[in-house]
């Protein structure tokens, strides 16, 4: 694996570190701050929709700026916001600074994948965009577990120090990355705009981002807080939620191997089905053990569905790879903020069988759609990487 490709991971690794610290910590932070559940489940989506939002503002940004400096400018600003989110005195000063955070987090992940998009032949990029989920998996299970411990027997302020700071290190470390050559881009945000809009098979691949951002990332977000209310506490759902990123880890390796021979509808299909039996699942038992074999399953729909989507955004516009990627995260993250807006409700009020039974009745049609199209679909002619 070459040095770029790692320090990449490490780069997906600290974005998501801070994205998952704070769905173990729901309960303990909304216990510490005195205010409903349902208030700190909004600061979690607040996060996730600006996330999602900044998106393509990253896209532009980093065709003006460049791939790595974009990626160092915003961490450094996002290690910053973090640090702010440990000193949040209420409900509303955690959701400003956390949705300050994710607006700036949001530009790491998507320009990892640009990256890649930018320099890796179209043989060898599903395998690299999978071995990517490694950074994923890694921070997934450390924040899980880390987050809920600290929740437990110190505070919940000290996971967004330790992100905070090590947002602030990486965006020193990465001037050692190079800048992948200029390629083809469009010559103007509005050009851009464009070409998307004029692409139906590009909005229909933003329009499953939004869909899977809805089941498998707002179905994670509300796990550990399932398992909490199952009489579960905070580290012990934490450690549950850490399977997940167990999954993801193990699910990349297996995934990389099968891109080989496997056409990407059927990985979609395997993911698609993983995730309606792993949300159906939990709609029956909220149990730790049942948990687990839901984190397994959601870990594997994640790798095996979202790298092939992930992948075919990079391909299906490649004169416009960095828009069509940030709207694809945008679009991701926003589903996933509205899913948790519409749903903290039902949240607070502990139904959790239902919201997991409406995500399970949501992942049939995503994947049975998904995988048709892609099946349909036609790589277009590419002459860069």
């Known amino acids: 694996m070459s040095t770029?490709?790692?320090?990449?991971?490490?780069?997906?690794?600290?974005?998501?570190?801070?994205?998952?610290?704070m769905p173990p910590m729901l309960v303990a932070i909304a216990h510490d701050l005195g205010a409903p559940l349902s208030e700190i489940v909004h600061a979690a989506a607040a996060y996730f929709l600006v996330y999602g939002a900044s998106q393509p503002l990253w896209g532009v940004v980093s065709d003006r700026l460049g791939r790595v400096r974009t990626m160092r400018l915003t961490l450094l600003v996002a290690g910053?916001?973090?640090?702010?989110?440990?000193?949040?005195?209420?409900?509303?000063?955690?959701?400003?600074?956390?949705?300050?955070?994710?607006?700036?987090f949001g530009a790491a992940y998507p320009s990892t994948l640009i990256y890649v998009g930018d320099t890796v032949a179209i043989g060898e990029r599903q395998r690299d965009i999978a071995r990517?989920?490694?950074?994923?998996?890694?921070?997934?299970?450390?924040a899980s577990v880390g987050a809920g411990v600290l929740a437990d027997i110190a505070s919940w302020r000290a996971a967004f120090v330790i992100t905070g700071v090590a947002s602030v290190v990486l965006a020193w470390t990465l001037r050692r990355l190079p800048e992948p050559e200029a390629t083809a881009r469009p010559s103007s945000v509005r050009?851009?705009?464009?070409?998307?809009?004029?692409?139906?098979?590009?909005?229909?691949?933003?329009?499953?981002?939004?869909?899977?951002?809805?089941?498998?990332?707002?179905?994670?977000?509300?796990?550990?807080?399932?398992?909490?209310?199952?009489?579960?506490t905070a580290a012990v759902a934490g450690a549950v939620t850490a399977v997940y990123g167990v999954a993801v880890f193990l699910g990349s390796r297996l995934v990389g191997r099968l891109a080989a021979t496997w056409h990407p509808s059927r990985l979609i299909a395997l993911g698609a089905a993983s995730a309606v039996?792993?949300?159906?699942?939990?709609?029956?038992?909220?149990?730790?053990?049942?948990?687990?074999?839901?984190?397994?399953?959601?870990?594997?729909?994640?790798?095996?569905?979202?790298?092939?989507?992930?992948?075919?955004?990079?391909?299906?516009?490649?004169?416009?790879?960095?828009?069509?990627v940030s709207f694809f995260a945008g679009s991701l993250f926003v589903g996933s903020a509205l899913a948790a807006f519409v749903?903290?409700?039902?949240?607070?009020?502990?139904?959790?069988?239902?919201?997991?039974?409406?995500?399970?009745?949501l992942a049939v049609p995503l994947g049975l759609a998904a995988g048709w199209q892609r099946r349909r679909w036609h790589r277009p002619q590419e002459g860069s990487p």
């Open 132 to 142: 990517l989920m490694v950074g994923v998996a890694t921070g997934t299970a450390l």
């Open 277 to 324: 039996l792993g949300c159906g699942l939990l709609a029956v038992s909220q149990e730790p053990p049942m948990a687990v074999v839901v984190a397994l399953l959601l870990g594997l729909a994640w790798t095996s569905m979202h790298s092939s989507l992930q992948t075919w955004a990079t391909e299906v516009l490649p004169s416009a790879r960095a828009t069509v």
């Open 4 to 21: 770029n490709l790692r320090q990449l991971q490490v780069t997906t690794f600290v974005s998501t570190l801070d994205r998952f610290a």
């Open 80 to 104: 910053a916001l973090a640090l702010l989110s440990a000193g949040a005195w209420s409900p509303l000063s955690l959701a400003v600074t956390r949705g300050l955070a994710g607006g700036f």
């Open 191 to 232: 050009e851009a705009l464009g070409t998307v809009g004029r692409s139906p098979v590009t909005l229909l691949v933003l329009l499953f981002a939004f869909l899977e951002g809805a089941v498998l990332l707002g179905g994670l977000t509300l796990l550990p807080p399932a398992v909490e209310s199952a009489g579960a």
């Open 343 to 361: 749903l903290a409700g039902l949240a607070d009020a502990g139904r959790y069988s239902l919201i997991y039974a409406a995500y399970a009745a």
